[in-house]
């Protein structure tokens, strides 16, 4: 039972568009969202996080929302780079359990 | 501060080994979580330990155990490989088990079963 499921293998954008990634969660006791990076042979990258009492963060190019009704959040990047080609995972943490309960991830390609 | 290290990079075992991989977390952080990815399943949690006592453990069987040390190094065993324990093992630091959650990941080591 896949508690965050992000429905998208991959996504093709073009440099300087937005890049949106989704991501569904079931867990209503979920209350902290991160966003991570990750490139080819390397671990996977801290990128962003949102509290479930916010419903917007943004840092730089890269914004994240929540949705806490739809039980969704996505990830915005804005300009799309060639180097924000990765593998995006969404992750999510309820207050009472204490690992990170990843998602599959999303590959994104930003064409040049 | 340097970065979380894993070692072996690679690492290539045979079916009905057992293999021990090892995490050394960035200076200061105390918390080690281990994680397997494997294609289309994400990342899988497999156990988190704090102060050298395991705090929570994942959907694995037996056969993957852990342990941490007092310098906070984190050393991941699994008995017996199975083909499908094929995966790229992730280990994970962060200051604490508590507020920020963020946890700062090592390269892996891509474990192959034959």
């Known amino acids: 039972d896949q508690q965050v499921k992000q429905n998208s293998p991959s996504l093709s954008v073009q440099e300087g568009r937005i890049s949106i990634l989704n991501c569904d969660y079931t867990n209503s006791m979920f209350d902290y969202f991160l966003w991570y990076k990750k490139y080819p042979a390397e671990g996977p990258t801290f990128l962003i996080s949102?509290?479930?009492?916010?419903d917007k963060n943004e840092d730089g190019r890269f914004t994240v929302f929540l949705n806490k009704s739809a039980k969704h959040l996505s990830l915005h990047i804005v300009p799309s780079q060639p180097g924000d080609s990765a593998v995006y995972f969404c992750?999510?943490?309820?207050?009472?359990?204490?690992?990170?309960?990843f998602g599959s991830g999303t590959q994104l390609t930003v064409l040049p | 501060k340097a970065g979380v290290t894993q070692t072996p990079r690679y690492l290539i075992k045979t079916r009905g080994q057992q293999v021990t991989l090892s995490c050394s977390p960035i200076?200061?952080?105390?918390?080690v979580s281990w994680y397997q990815q494997t294609p289309g399943q994400g990342l899988q949690f497999l156990f988190e330990y704090f102060s050298e006592t395991q705090r929570n453990k994942g959907n694995f069987p037996g056969r993957f155990s852990g342990r941490q040390f007092s310098n906070s190094r984190s050393e991941m065993n699994v008995s017996t490989l199975e083909l499908g324990d094929s995966a790229l093992y992730l280990c994970?630091?962060?200051?604490?088990?508590?507020?920020?959650?963020?946890?700062?990941f090592g390269p892996g080591t891509r474990l192959t079963v034959t």
């Open positions: 200076s200061g952080h105390r918390s």
């Open positions: 949102i509290s479930s009492i916010k």
């Open positions: 992750a999510a943490r309820s207050g009472s359990a204490r690992q990170l309960t």
């Open positions: 994970a630091s962060s200051l604490g088990t508590g507020f920020p959650y963020e946890q700062y």
